[in-house]
């Protein structure tokens, strides 16, 4: 079990190390803001509090004295906490409030850091075994020390997650909007740590043992950094991590949509502006052009479309009617171009009209439409 605690430290460690490299690095463009500054302090108490962290969990005592790791670490806690909510109000709140709200923190921060010691102290927290500040075992100023810095993390939680929903509504930043969000998901989890402790700390004291169970302080507790480190830093990858999914996305419909696009080529020729590569340099004007040539294509082949023609093979009971529709859609594309190898015309074909039915003046609708007739037409090909 302390092995499993162990890495969780680590792994908070590390996290909130690599979040504060990556700040750093922008530090000639950005250390005027004060914005930015307050997040570098942020970062390091992030980084101290779990590397005593780790440090306690190695040994019992640190530059000589007992449990000193601990303190440091519950100490820096609330710093980092307090700290992290004045990262918000930097964000979100308009300077004069900012200022307020900032000298309230801070003083908050001075009193329950001067209070954990005092307690720490009286409960000769030096001389205690460590194991005191993982389960209070019974005594009764441990258990105070304890709960006193469990409602410290827990009421910076509470106050985040209330500000940050208002705040995210509030910018046209999406970036920052994001990183809102995500330091509200943190915000949760983190609270969710502070309610595990609780409970390991109350179930000790009353004598119950809850086995394995008592990890679960340490899994949200790592999970909520991860977390809280991506979102300090989102701002910087945000943007880049946005693109790179959008191309994602645009890629993987530009693939899906290649089957149907192949077969419609094949029949028609013409409707391709370029000769067909496997580039995907320019992937959006690519997608864009696939699309109007599927569009041509499929135009091309309305004689040979029989309106009778049945979306066998279709989906399962209960898919949805635009599933359905997709089936049947594709299956008489299907029939059409065979019907265009043959030479034979329908009596009651769909040689009239444009694309009454389905004909979106909305890119990205199109583009889901057409994927969905694209995936049914595969199956059909794969079926038959």
């Known amino acids: 079990m302390n092995t499993i605690r162990t890495l969780c430290f680590g792994i908070a460690a590390l996290s909130s190390y690599a979040a504060l490299a990556y700040r750093l690095s922008q530090a000639r463009r950005s250390w005027k803001d004060g914005a ?15 590397t005593m962290g780790a440090v306690a969990m190695g040994s019992g005592s640190f530059l000589g004295v007992g449990n000193l790791a601990i303190l440091l670490m519950h100490l820096s806690a609330v710093a980092f906490c307090v700290s992290a909510q004045i990262i918000l109000l930097r964000w979100a709140a308009s300077d004069e409030e900012a200022v307020r709200r900032t000298r309230h923190w801070l003083t908050t921060g001075i009193v329950l850091d001067v209070a ?16 005191d500040f993982d389960t209070g075992s019974g005594r009764p100023l441990v258990l105070v020390y304890l709960l006193a810095f469990i409602v410290s993390q827990a009421v910076p ?66 999970t909520g950094i991860v977390i809280l480190s991506l979102s300090l830093t989102n701002s910087s990858w945000g943007p880049s ?62 004689p040979y479309i029989d309106r009778a023609t049945p979306g066998s093979g279709g989906p399962e009971s209960g898919a949805s009617e635009e599933s359905r529709q997709a089936f049947t859609e594709a299956a008489q594309l299907k029939q059409a171009l065979q019907a265009k190898r043959t030479g034979t015309i329908p009596h009651d074909n769909k040689d009239a009209g444009d694309f009454e039915d389905r004909d979106s003046d909305n890119f990205t609708a199109e583009v889901a439409w057409l994927t969905k007739v694209a995936s049914a037409y595969s199956k059909l090909g794969n079926a038959s």
Request: hydrophobic content about 45%; proline content about 4%; charged content about 20%.
């Open 116 to 131: 954990l010691t005092a307690l720490f102290l009286l409960a000769d927290g030096p001389g205690r075994p460590a194991s």
């Open 36 to 50: 930015y500054r307050a997040l570098i302090v942020t970062l390091l108490l992030q980084c101290l509090t779990f």
């Open 157 to 222: 939680c509470v106050t985040i997650f209330r500000q940050c929903g208002p705040y995210a509504e509030m910018t046209d930043n999406a970036s920052l909007r994001q990183a809102l969000r995500m330091l509200s998901v943190a915000a949760v989890v983190l609270f969710l740590y502070c309610t595990a402790r609780t409970v390991n700390i109350l179930t000790a004291a009353a004598g119950f043992d809850i086995g394995a169970w008592k990890l679960a302080s340490n899994l949200f507790s790592v």
């Open 241 to 302: 991590a946005a693109r790179l999914l959008e191309w994602s996305r645009t890629y993987r419909s530009y693939r899906a949509l290649y089957p149907l696009w192949r077969d419609l080529y094949e029949a028609s020729p013409d409707i391709a502006l370029e000769p067909p590569g496997a580039s995907v340099s320019d992937l959006d004007y690519r997608l864009h052009r696939r699309v109007v040539e599927i569009r041509d294509g499929w135009r091309d082949l309305r």
